[in-house]
């Protein structure tokens, strides 16, 4: 498996911050199986229509509550070093 080059980001909740912190580390938590592959689905999805699209920028991945929880997927770019 080749480990990629990857950034973290992220907002504590209530932050109102306009430019996230960088992290050390993530936890995704999932309530069930199902729910695990429904997001690895979407990274999937993601990855195809980032070698489709020229300027793919990203896509957001809404928890069960569109306001409280959100992962962004998104390509590095020079503003990301």
């Not at 980001?9 to 992290?23: A, F, I, Q, S, T």
């Not at 069930?32 to 195809?48: G, I, L, N, T």
């Not at 489709?52 to 991945?61: M, R, S």
Request: with cysteine; net charge negative; charged share 35%.
């Amino acid at each position: 498996m080749t480990v990629p080059h990857l950034k973290i980001y992220g907002y504590p909740r209530g932050d109102d911050r306009k430019v996230p912190y960088e992290l050390k580390e993530v936890s995704l938590c999932f309530l069930s199986v199902k729910e695990m592959k429904a997001f690895a689905r979407f990274v999937a999805d993601c990855a195809e229509e980032a070698e489709k699209v020229e300027n793919w920028e990203h896509e957001h991945f809404f928890g069960k509550d569109k306001h409280d929880q959100n992962i962004v997927l998104a390509l590095l770019d020079e503003r990301n070093y």
